[in-house]
C-alpha cells in the first residue's frame, strides 16, 4: 500500500475532520475525498477509521460495497455507459462495442493515453433519449457511435 | 421590454442540447440589439421535442424544437419572438395533444416556472399546501393524506397516510422523514424531473410531512448518477432556509424542519428502504430484515417516514385542493394520478402525468407514437429492471395496481420500457438474472446466489445445451428467489425472466431467436 504524500494527508484529513461529526459520515466523507482526488486511495482508509472511531475494514467494507466508490486513480475524465433496457432497446450494444474499441479498454479500464477510464452504470434517467452516457457530470442522450466519437473528441483535449 | 424565451435545464435537455441553444439565443439576440430574458425552465416531459424553446406572447406559450444552434439565425429570421412561421414551431405547447390530454397534479409547475425562484413558486400556488397544514391539528393532516387514497409511488403502494399515522404514534425523542431518490429503475426519470423542475414542490412536501408526524429533520437520498438534480435541490435548500421555509422557525410558527440532501453511490439496492436507510448512517447498503418496519425503528433506530419523491411531491396539491380533489382522479383503489415515463425504442418518449387507468395501448401509439425504429412493438416492460415483459396481447391492461397484479406484472415507478421486434427475450431474462447478480447486497441465499446461478443457466440455454431440462431449472430457481429472498430485488427478478418464458417461449427454444 503506498503511503499517501503530504499534501493528499492534508487533504484527507481536512476532509474527515470538516463532516465527521455529521450523522451517519462515512459516506460523506468518501464522497468528499473522491471529489477531489478521483479515487480513494487505501491508504487513506487508515485514516478515515481513525476519524470515525471505526475499525479499516469497516470502511474497506463500505467502500468496497458501492460501485461507484473507487481505489484506483481514474484517467482524466470518466466515461460513464449506461447499460440498462431501455438503452439496450436503442440499439446500445453498438454504442459499448464501440466505445471498447475506440478506446482500447474493456469496462473498469483506462485508456493508453490516460484520458479516460469506461465504467458501466445502470441507468442515468434519460431514458427517453436512449442510449445515455455521462461524462464526468456532463450528461448525453442519442449517443449512436458516430455521436459517442464526435463528443469524445471534444474532451479529448481537456 | 423583453420578450421572455424558456429554455429548459432539465438534464434530459442539456444532454440534447438545451445549453448551447441557451448560449446561441443570447449570442444572436445581442448581436441583434434585441432584449431577451431567457429563463431556465424545468422541461415539460416531451423528451422528444427537446430541445423545447418556449416564447411567452399574449395567448400562451409558443414552442419550437428540436431546437440545434444552427437553427437560431433562422428562428430570429423568422421573428420567433413574435410566434413567427418556422418549420420548427409547434404552436401553443399546451394546446400539443400530448401535453393537453394529460393530468397534471403532481407536475402542474414542472417546465412552467423557474426551479430556482421560489417567488416563482409562490405565484404558481406554491407553499399553499403547507400554509393550511399549518391551520390543520397534525392527525388532521394525515387523515388528509390517507383520504385522499394516495399510495406509495416508489412501486410497494403501501397507503401513504398509514404509514405516516404509524410514525406519528411510534414514541420517540426524535423522528426522521427520509425521501428516497435512489430512482434506479431504468426506464424512469420523473423524480429527477420533478427535482430538477420543480424542487420546492418537494421540500413542500417533506415539511408538510414533518409537521405531520412530528419530525424535525429530514433527508432527501439521492442517488449520485443525478448531479444535476444535486445542484437545483441544494440550491433551492438554501433558498428555503433563507425565506424561513425551512429551519428553527418556519414562517414565524415556532416549528422546525430542517433538510439536507445525502448521495448514494450507484448501488441499486438502496433504492430499497431498509436498504436506504443503512446506507444513510453510513454503512453497506445491506437490507434489514422486517419487521420492525422503518415507520417503527428507522433511521438511526427512530420512527422514520420513508417515501418516494412522487409520493412527497403529491401531498403539496393534496393538502392545498384537499383529499376530496386528488380522489376524484383515477380507478378502483388507484387514486390520483400515476407520473407514466415513456421510454425506450418509442417515437415520442417523456413523461405524461395521468389519472389511473389509462391502458398501455394508449400510452404506446396515441402518446408515444409506436417505436422509434419505426418497427412493431414486440415487448414492454412496466416497472423497471423488476419488472414484467408484456406482450402486445396485454396492451389493453389498464395501468393501475390490481389490474397489473392481475396479471402477474407490476406498475412499480411507473417506467415503461418499450422494445420492437428485434429483442431477443433470453437475453433480456439472462440480463434481469445478470443485474440481479451485479447489484444484489449479498444478505440473502436465493438473491445472492440465485442470481448468478441463473446467468449461468440462461448461459447453456441460450447456447442451446439441454435445453428443457436447464429451462426447468430457472423455473425451479425462479420460485425459490420468489419465495425466500429477503427483498424486492431477489424476490422480484423472476418477474421478467417468468414473463419472458411465458409470453415469448420461441426466444428460448428450439432456436434461440426464433419468434413465436
Redesign the interface.
Known amino acids: 500500500m503506498a503511503p499517501l504524500d503530504p499534501d493528499t494527508q492534508q487533504t484527507v484529513l481536512a476532509v474527515v475532520e470538516r463532516l465527521k461529526t455529521k450523522?451517519?459520515?462515512?459516506?460523506?466523507i468518501?464522497?468528499g475525498i473522491q471529489d477531489v482526488l478521483g479515487y480513494i486511495p487505501p491508504a487513506a482508509v487508515p485514516l478515515i477509521a481513525d476519524g470515525?472511531n471505526l475499525s479499516r475494514a469497516d470502511v474497506h467494507?463500505?467502500i468496497s460495497?458501492?460501485?461507484?466508490?473507487r481505489d484506483t486513480k481514474p484517467g482524466r475524465h470518466t466515461i460513464?455507459l449506461c447499460r440498462?433496457?431501455?438503452?439496450?432497446?436503442?440499439n446500445q450494444k453498438a454504442t459499448e462495442a464501440h466505445a471498447k474499441a475506440a478506446l482500447g479498454v474493456d469496462y473498469h479500464g483506462t485508456s493508453p493515453d490516460g484520458a479516460f477510464t469506461l465504467e458501466p452504470?445502470?441507468?442515468?434517467?434519460?431514458?427517453?433519449?436512449?442510449p445515455?452516457m455521462?461524462i464526468d457530470?456532463?450528461?448525453?442522450?442519442?449517443v449512436t457511435p458516430q455521436r459517442f466519437d464526435a463528443i469524445v473528441a471534444q474532451w479529448e483535449k481537456r | 421590454m423583453a420578450v421572455t424565451v424558456f429554455v429548459p435545464r432539465d438534464?434530459?435537455a442539456?444532454?440534447?442540447g438545451a445549453g448551447d441553444v441557451a448560449h446561441a439565443i443570447a449570442a444572436e439576440a445581442s448581436a441583434r440589439n434585441i432584449d431577451v430574458a431567457i429563463v431556465r425552465n424545468g422541461t415539460r416531459g416531451m423528451?422528444?421535442l427537446?430541445p423545447l424553446v418556449e416564447v411567452a406572447l399574449s395567448n400562451g406559450r409558443v414552442g419550437y424544437g428540436p431546437v440545434s444552434p444552427d437553427d437560431i439565425r433562422s428562428l430570429f429570421d423568422a421573428d420567433f419572438l413574435n410566434g413567427g412561421a418556422h418549420p420548427l414551431r409547434v404552436g401553443l405547447v399546451e394546446e400539443i395533444p400530448y401535453f393537453k390530454k394529460q393530468d397534471r397534479l403532481t407536475f402542474s409547475r414542472v417546465g412552467v416556472t423557474d426551479p430556482f425562484s421560489l417567488d416563482d413558486y409562490l405565484a404558481h400556488d406554491g407553499y399553499a399546501g403547507l400554509m393550511r397544514a399549518f391551520a390543520m391539528s397534525p392527525a388532521d393532516v394525515i387523515k388528509e393524506v390517507t383520504d385522499s387514497g394516495l399510495r406509495g409511488r416508489g412501486g410497494a403502494a403501501f397507503p401513504t397516510g398509514i404509514k405516516w399515522k404509524t410514525v406519528a404514534d411510534s414514541p420517540a425523542d426524535q423522528r426522521y422523514v427520509t425521501c428516497n431518490a435512489d430512482?434506479?429503475?431504468?426506464?424512469?426519470?420523473a423524480?429527477?424531473m420533478l427535482m430538477e423542475g420543480d424542487p420546492f414542490c418537494l421540500i413542500e412536501g417533506m415539511t408538510i410531512a414533518g409537521i405531520a408526524v412530528n419530525a424535525t429533520h429530514g433527508y432527501i437520498y439521492l442517488r449520485?448518477?443525478?448531479?444535476?438534480a444535486h445542484r437545483v435541490l441544494n440550491a433551492a435548500i438554501e433558498k428555503a432556509y433563507a425565506a424561513g421555509y425551512l429551519g428553527g422557525n418556519i414562517r414565524g410558527t415556532g416549528r422546525r424542519f430542517d433538510l439536507e440532501v445525502?448521495?448514494?453511490?450507484?448501488?441499486?439496492i438502496c433504492g430499497e428502504e431498509t436498504s436506504m436507510l443503512e446506507?444513510?448512517?453510513?454503512?453497506?447498503?445491506?437490507i434489514r430484515p422486517r419487521p420492525p418496519l422503518p415507520a417503527v425503528k428507522g433511521l438511526?433506530g427512530q420512527p422514520t417516514i420513508v417515501n418516494n419523491v412522487m409520493s412527497l411531491a403529491s401531498v403539496p396539491i393534496i393538502l392545498h385542493k384537499g383529499a376530496e380533489f386528488y380522489k376524484n382522479f383515477g380507478v378502483g383503489r388507484s387514486r390520483g394520478t400515476l407520473t407514466i415515463?415513456?421510454?425506450?425504442?418509442?417515437k415520442r418518449?417523456?413523461?405524461i402525468e395521468r389519472a389511473f387507468g389509462v391502458t398501455l395501448r394508449e400510452i404506446l401509439y396515441d402518446y408515444g407514437g409506436g417505436s422509434?425504429s419505426g418497427r412493431p412493438i414486440r415487448a414492454v416492460?412496466v416497472g423497471g429492471?423488476l419488472g414484467a415483459y408484456l406482450p402486445e396481447s396485454q396492451f389493453d391492461t389498464p395501468l393501475d395496481y390490481e389490474a397489473f397484479a392481475n396479471i402477474q406484472a407490476l406498475v412499480g415507478h411507473g417506467?415503461i420500457?418499450?422494445?420492437?421486434d428485434t429483442?431477443d427475450m433470453a437475453q433480456?431474462a439472462r440480463?434481469a438474472m445478470e443485474?440481479c447478480a451485479?447489484?444484489s447486497?449479498g444478505k440473502c441465499t436465493p438473491c445472492r446466489i440465485g442470481s448468478t446461478r441463473g446467468v449461468e443457466l440462461m448461459d447453456r440455454v441460450i447456447a442451446g445445451q439441454n435445453r428443457t431440462f436447464h429451462l426447468a431449472l430457472v423455473e425451479e430457481l425462479c420460485d425459490t428467489m420468489l419465495n425466500g429472498s429477503l427483498c424486492g430485488l431477489g424476490g422480484l427478478t423472476p418477474y421478467p425472466v417468468q414473463s419472458a418464458l411465458r409470453h415469448f417461449r420461441g426466444d428460448f427454444e428450439p432456436e434461440p431467436g426464433t419468434r413465436n
Open positions: 450523522p451517519g459520515a462515512l459516506l460523506p468518501l464522497h470515525l467494507g463500505v460495497f458501492y460501485h461507484y466508490f460513464h440498462a433496457e431501455a438503452c439496450q432497446s436503442m452504470v445502470y441507468c442515468l434517467g434519460n431514458c427517453a433519449a436512449s445515455a455521462m457530470d456532463k450528461l448525453y442522450g442519442r | 438534464a434530459a442539456l444532454s440534447l423528451v422528444w427537446e430512482e434506479g429503475d431504468s426506464g424512469t426519470f423524480d429527477r449520485c448518477e443525478y448531479p444535476h445525502r448521495l448514494g453511490a450507484g448501488a441499486y446506507s444513510l448512517e453510513g454503512k453497506r447498503g445491506e438511526f415515463q415513456l421510454a425506450g425504442n418509442i418518449g417523456g413523461l422509434a416492460q429492471p417506467g420500457v418499450v422494445f420492437d429483442v433480456m440480463y443485474f451485479i447489484e447486497c
